[in-house]
């Protein structure tokens, strides 16, 4: 079984998405995680300066017999310094496995305490509030019935539509197209074959204004200018859309594996669920979540010597399971935090694309703002490369 210790970095660095030193103030609930961690560290820097100085004086004790049993002439005196150095080298080994033992505590309780914590991360529900916001402006800003005199002039159009079918085929095809998809009226995207066939009818419409109806005329005119505008806007917008719903999706994913660790871990402590939703997930008092964190990890150090005394040969194999659960929800939720990092810069590509478009620019501007909030909110709250990167460098193997 490969053996996990801590780098000389110390296990707050290596564990925290953030590279600073923790703030020992409860202002929050990352500075919550901070501190139970720091105790973690604090304790386990005690335990091994302890260990450092048994390990010396062991050392120098059997330099010392060996250096005496080499210049001794008595076979009885070297047999006497010989059994003081095998109970010197077998107290140096316990010595080693108890120091192994505190490591494995340590990793542990800091698993723990990172995966508890996971909860509010997993759900940035002021991230997806902010998104919301953001996707509605996103929808307006696609939909030709959100611009000026689009729903006056597309009445005119399907009244043409309506008499003309019956007439033309491709009429025909697109008023069963509208008619399948509940009409454009209630905001159906302009994307795909009905665009098409939309393209179609308005030409068709155009042809058929007489001379005298000139301002129908270049209505219909600027109305299809910006009908095609939307369509491509609508086909870029579903290419990123896209993506951000298969994220959606891994997060939804993420987040059941994520119950699974957590209720399988909080069993082996033997903690309640609902004790956990009381006294950490909904607890506001910030005292009272760090002192239910601070006990749980008390619980995971008393559960790793448990499991050591009762299986010396392979009591390190399912603390090794648990350490890899940990480290895998942590790495996946941080490389589903950098793909929506990517997803918003796509969005921020395709809000510059059309910005500045004459017909469709001046809606963009306000879809811009929405967006630059959502991004300023998720930067906030999320630095994928540093998060993936702490995850990575949870554990070291030997």
């Excluded at 795909?192 to 042809?207: H, K, R, W, Y």
């Excluded at 910006?226 to 997060?251: G, H, M, R």
């Excluded at 910030?286 to 008393?302: D, G, N, P």
């Excluded at 540093?386 to 990575?392: R, V």
């Amino acid at each position: 079984m490969k053996k996990f210790l801590f780098t000389s970095l110390g296990l707050i660095s290596i564990l925290l998405a953030s590279a600073q030193a923790p703030d020992t103030t409860l202002s929050s609930d990352k500075n919550i995680r901070n501190k139970v961690l720091s105790d973690i560290q604090d304790n386990l820097d005690k335990k091994t300066k302890t260990i450092d100085a048994t390990l010396s004086k062991l050392d120098q004790k059997v330099d010392s017999l060996d250096q005496q049993i080499a210049l001794s002439r008595d076979a009885k005196d070297k047999v006497d310094k010989l059994i003081l150095r095998v109970q010197a080298l077998e107290k140096k080994q316990q010595t080693i496995e108890e120091n192994e033992l505190y490591v494995y505590q340590a990793n542990y309780q800091s698993a723990i305490i990172n995966l508890v914590s996971m909860d509010k991360e997993i759900k940035p529900l002021v991230l997806f509030n902010a998104a919301k916001n953001f996707f509605a402006t996103l929808g307006e800003t696609g939909d030709p019935m959100k611009y000026p005199g689009y729903q006056e002039w597309y009445k005119k159009f399907y009244d043409f539509i309506e008499k003309q079918k019956d007439q033309e085929p491709a009429l025909n095809v697109l008023h069963d197209m509208l008619q399948t998809t509940s009409n454009l009226a209630t905001g159906a995207a302009l994307t795909g074959p009905i665009a098409q066939a939309f393209f179609i009818g308005i030409n068709d419409f155009i042809q058929n204004i007489g001379a005298k109806r000139k301002e129908l005329k270049e209505q219909s005119q600027k109305m299809f200018l910006l009908t095609a505008k939307l369509s491509q806007f609508n086909y870029d917008k579903d290419l990123v859309q896209q993506q951000w719903e298969i994220v959606t999706k891994e997060l939804e994913k993420l987040q059941i594996h994520y119950d699974t660790i957590l209720n399988q871990n909080l069993a082996l402590l033997r903690v309640p669920r609902e004790e956990y939703i009381h006294r950490f997930a909904k607890e506001t008092d910030a005292e009272q979540r760090y002192e239910f964190l601070t006990e749980i990890r008390k619980k995971a150090a008393v559960l790793v010597a448990e499991r050591r005394e009762a299986d010396l040969k392979s009591w390190k194999q399912p603390i090794y399971f648990e350490l890899m659960d940990v480290q895998s929800l942590k790495t996946r939720f941080g490389e589903l935090t950098f793909d929506i990092r990517g997803i918003i810069s796509k969005y921020n590509e395709l809000v510059f694309k059309y910005k500045s478009d004459p017909e469709i620019g001046l809606k963009v501007q306000s879809l811009e703002v929405k967006l630059d909030a959502l991004s300023d909110t998720f930067d906030s709250a999320f630095d994928p490369i540093e998060y993936i990167n702490s995850a990575t460098r949870m554990y070291l193997v030997n």
